[in-house]
């Protein structure tokens, strides 16, 4: 497919509205198609968990409210495995899909590559979510779970990891979906996915009364809905992407790029875990309160966090596309304007939460001790997520540029830097110096990325005006 007939709209019409925004859209335009149904989606997203949260403080329990906190790591290993396969997965799409522009037959990789992706994290969910359900009891003891947690934290975990597969498989065909460029389908079944949630939680939990297992139910059924609508609009609309068992393979060339970008997730996924751990451990030291309020603010300071992440994880595609094609002018003005969206978001949401703080919390809290508690909980997130946002794009870059070891330098940096970070906030400053250490860390690898984007800019910009993305990476894996 030519770059000329990507240039023509009407053209672009005939052959996919969705390629024509990734190949030769306005940068403006391009974003807002990327980024806005990504933000959208998640702020959604944001706004269930905030209502979930409200769902079982209904039920006047601080218990169930630490049992969904100690949980969140189990969703972290739900999305590390579907992100190895979607994160990388979506990134060759996309830059198979720009170089497919002077080379159409690169296009004919990419049925090997979805194929790869999905049934690769399905497989690798039911191991994972197998070996956890017979290990559950050890692994709900090291999740933090006191006497009084330990039976809630039990249902909810062990629902979690039966439904990893499902949830795997969602999250990777998300990815498989944006690779294209069709944010707007997207953000259709992730807006249907989150409906279907809040239906069977107000089914499972107040009308069952199945408490946070009912919780976990209803996400894992949500997320076939996901799976379902996913899988039959590739099947209708994608010209390249297969999901036909029949096209799996283990061949290097899939392999090496797809493992090779998952793997920096992978290890953010893994070190979050384990952070997680560190935190919940120190947290339920100061009991009930802190962890209940962490759980909170967390879900508050995510709305405007999610939306930042929709430009972040929105503009993947175009970069990898860009670069895929050799448009070192187009990645440049692809990065320009999403730092410049990211930037404003999160100086206006920051600002407006900030200012609202009290009235937020004191919606899902009334006592007055974990309300104090978790608005500086939530001071301490909102200026890591400004960090993050920035981080995040950083990140996207290597990822769409398929540099492993830059992305994984980022990923690996963010890990080894919170655990001692936490443990020394904890052992000079208490309490106080656990819920700013996140804050801390996030600012030292924005500082890291910034520099390994500085150190690395020349090469991408010279293999790209060399028309040869491969030898930028190249020159980059060498540096």
């Known amino acids: 497919m030519s770059t000329a007939n990507l240039d023509n709209p009407a053209t672009a019409a005939a052959v996919g509205t969705n390629r024509w925004y990734l190949s030769a859209a306005p940068i403006t335009r391009a974003l807002v198609h990327l980024c806005l149904p990504m933000a959208a989606a998640m702020i959604v997203?944001?706004?269930?968990?905030?209502?979930?949260?409200?769902?079982?403080?209904?039920?006047?329990?601080?218990?169930?409210?630490?049992?969904?906190?100690?949980?969140?790591?189990?969703?972290?290993l739900v999305m590390a495995v579907g992100n190895v396969f979607g994160v990388g997965g979506g990134a060759l799409v996309s830059r198979l899909l720009g170089a497919a522009e002077h080379d159409p037959a690169r296009a004919g990789e990419i049925k090997h590559v979805s194929s790869f992706a999905f049934w690769g994290s399905v497989l690798v969910g039911v191991v994972i979510g197998g070996a956890g359900l017979l290990l559950l009891?050890?692994?709900?003891?090291?999740?933090?779970?006191?006497?009084?947690?330990?039976?809630?934290?039990?249902?909810?975990?062990?629902?979690?990891?039966?439904?990893?597969?499902?949830?795997?498989?969602?999250?990777?065909?998300?990815?498989?979906?944006?690779?294209?460029?069709?944010?707007?389908?997207?953000?259709?079944?992730?807006?249907?996915?989150?409906?279907?949630?809040?239906?069977?939680?107000?089914?499972f939990i107040l009308v069952l009364h199945w408490g946070v297992a009912g919780a976990a139910l209803a996400t894992g059924l949500a997320n076939l809905v996901v799976i379902g609508y996913f899988a039959f609009w590739l099947q209708r609309n994608s010209e390249h992407i297969r999901l036909a068992p029949r096209w799996f393979t283990l061949s290097p060339a899939v392999l090496k790029p797809v493992l090779g970008v998952g793997v920096g997730t992978l290890l953010q996924s893994a070190f979050l875990i384990v952070t997680s751990l560190v935190l919940n451990n120190l947290a339920a030291a100061y009991g009930d309160g802190p962890l209940a309020a962490m759980g909170v603010a967390v879900r508050i300071a995510q709305v405007p966090e999610f939306l930042i992440m929709g430009v972040t994880f929105g503009v993947l595609p175009l970069l990898a596309y860009s670069y895929g094609k050799g448009d070192g002018g187009r990645l440049a003005a692809?990065?320009?304007?999403?730092?410049?969206?990211?930037?404003?978001?999160?100086?206006?949401?920051?600002?407006?939460?900030?200012?609202?703080?009290?009235?937020?919390?004191?919606?899902?809290?009334?006592?007055?001790?974990?309300?104090?508690?978790?608005?500086?909980?939530?001071?301490?997130?909102?200026?890591?997520?400004?960090?993050?946002?920035?981080?995040?794009?950083?990140?996207?870059?290597?990822?769409?540029?398929?540099?492993?070891?830059?992305?994984?330098?980022?990923?690996?940096?963010?890990?080894?830097?919170?655990?001692?970070?936490?443990l020394l906030g904890n052992l000079w400053f208490g309490l106080p110096g656990i819920i700013w250490a996140l804050t801390v860390t996030e600012g030292a690898v924005l500082v890291a990325g910034a520099v390994l984007w500085l150190a690395y800019r020349r090469s991408i910009d010279r293999g790209l005006a060399e028309g040869s993305p491969e030898r930028a990476e190249e020159a980059l894996e060498q540096a």
Request: aromatic share 6%; charged share 5%; proline share 3%.
């Open 334 to 422: 692809a990065l320009r304007g999403s730092a410049v969206t990211v930037g404003g978001i999160a100086l206006i949401f920051s600002v407006v939460v900030f200012v609202f703080r009290e009235q937020l919390f004191s919606a899902f809290v009334a006592d007055p001790s974990v309300l104090s508690i978790g608005v500086t909980i939530m001071t301490a997130q909102l200026v890591a997520m400004i960090a993050n946002g920035f981080t995040g794009l950083i990140t996207s870059l290597f990822q769409a540029a398929g540099l492993a070891m830059a992305a994984t330098v980022m990923s690996v940096t963010q890990g080894v830097l919170f655990i001692p970070v936490v």
């Open 137 to 203: 009891h050890p692994l709900v003891a090291l999740l933090g779970a006191d006497a009084a947690a330990v039976p809630a934290t039990n249902a909810f975990v062990g629902v979690m990891l039966a439904f990893v597969p499902v949830l795997a498989a969602s999250v990777c065909l998300e990815q498989l979906v944006r690779a294209e460029g069709a944010a707007r389908q997207v953000m259709i079944g992730l807006i249907a996915s989150t409906v279907a949630n809040l239906v069977l939680d107000v089914l």
């Open 45 to 76: 997203g944001a706004v269930y968990n905030l209502i979930n949260a409200g769902f079982i403080g209904s039920l006047h329990d601080t218990a169930l409210l630490a049992a969904v906190t100690l949980g969140a790591p189990i969703l972290g």
